[in-house]
């Protein structure tokens, strides 16, 4: 089975700040991972992926997500933060031996709020 | 939230009513997918379909039934809801990224379902 953590439920951090979101995963074989961000009444929008290659990732808005296999992890980070990044951030993996995103599995979800 | 279409955006009913939800694309894709989203769980996969008349069971598809009569739309049913199933809803459709395989998906707005 896999699974993702996302140990934090909540990161505070000021505006022009850099910051990080933490997911971990497990998972069978090699992963796709995935970054999305859900603003107040919307559905999830798409950050960025890691499927293979450079362990960094560069995706929309000036995020980025670094994959360290050892770890088993795919943080999210931003160099400088801003208050409209203020959002709930998922973390997603699915193996690279599934089929179909049926194997999808997500995150419980990181609420960030960048403070001005 | 281009191309899909959730409806109603809001409803509350009561403990043992039948409720469908309605998901509408306009953008052709084969596969569509109905995901719950709860506090403390992220989004868990209920049905997804990969064609017309092609359906199968997610994670948590007790309690709920689909149907995809035409490629654009697809249908989640409560046949008796309960308040377990206060949440809010997500249809998602697939767009594909890359040849990799590592399909990124497109969500809806979210349906907001209460149970009294």
């Known amino acids: 089975a896999q699974s993702v953590a996302q140990p934090e439920d909540q990161v505070n951090v000021a505006e022009g700040n850099p910051l990080t979101v933490k997911c971990t995963y497990s998972v069978s074989g090699n992963p796709y991972l995935f970054w999305y961000v859900q603003y107040p009444n919307r559905g999830l929008q798409f950050l960025l992926k890691y499927i293979t290659g450079d362990n960094l990732v560069k995706g929309s808005y000036g995020f980025e997500a670094e994959f360290n296999k050892s770890q088993t992890s795919f943080h999210l980070k931003k160099p400088s933060a801003l208050v409209s990044d203020s959002a709930l951030y998922f973390c997603?993996?699915?193996?690279?031996?599934?089929?179909?995103?049926?194997?999808?599995?997500f995150g419980s979800g990181t609420q960030l709020t960048v403070l001005p | 939230d281009a191309g899909i279409t959730q409806s109603p955006r809001h409803k509350v009913t009561e403990t043992g009513t039948p409720v469908t939800l309605r998901c509408h694309q306009t953008e052709n894709h084969r596969y569509m997918y109905w995901y719950r989203q709860d506090p403390g769980h992220g989004l868990r996969l209920i049905h997804y379909s990969y064609g017309v008349k092609d359906t199968d069971k997610g994670e948590v598809s007790d309690g709920y039934s689909v149907s995809r009569s035409k490629t654009e739309d697809f249908l989640l049913t409560l046949e008796s809801a309960t308040s377990s199933q206060t949440s809010v809803y997500f249809c998602?459709?697939?767009?594909?990224?890359?040849?990799?395989?590592?399909?990124?998906?497109?969500f809806g707005a979210g349906s907001r379902l209460t149970v009294l």
């Open positions: 998602a459709i697939t767009y594909e990224v890359s040849s990799s395989g590592a399909n990124v998906l497109t």
């Open positions: 997603a993996v699915r193996g690279i031996s599934s089929g179909s995103a049926r194997q999808l599995t």
